[in-house]
């Protein structure tokens, strides 16, 4: 949070139009965080917008554009996910994706399809740096325990190491009460 506004306060000088682009990134995610967490469910159209204003704000950090690849597959508008639940892995991606210069350096997918969402993030893994993400830290073990609780059992999750790359994928089946449910 520091380091960004810092960002953005090196930016107003400068770039002025940037960082109030950037700051209403910022406002946005804050407003997330603050106002619509606090139930279990959120519709999962909000968790995206989250996840793409927080891809935004990670810009501000490098001048390539291709450095990461959002594709959502499905209509994200039709069901209900419990709040900030694949934040940690696309941050855990900006963390340890430290070659700013590689095109698609991280890739974050996800398919809304057949009652369930599936989500994929890969990042590449810098082999010259001393540290390398680890799937048994602190942080992975309360999200597990947060999926456990959340969706008991009701979801796939698979972390692995293949080819220079971290990748992360997480299936959550979608229960009747995460749909919005229509009447005719």
Known sequence: MFNTLNNIDVLIIDEPKRASDYLKKLSEILRFMLYETNTERV????EVEYIYSYI???????SNDKFVKLEIVGDASVGFIAPMIFIHFVENAFKFATNKKIENAITIQLDISDNKVSFMCKNHINLTDATTQDNNGLGFQLIKQRLDLIYKGDYNLDVH???????VNLEIQLSKCDFLEFEY
């Open 56 to 62: 935004e704000l990670q810009k501000i950090r490098t």
């Open 43 to 46: 519709p999962l159209a909000n």
């Open 161 to 167: 190491e293949e080819d220079n790359l971290y990748i």
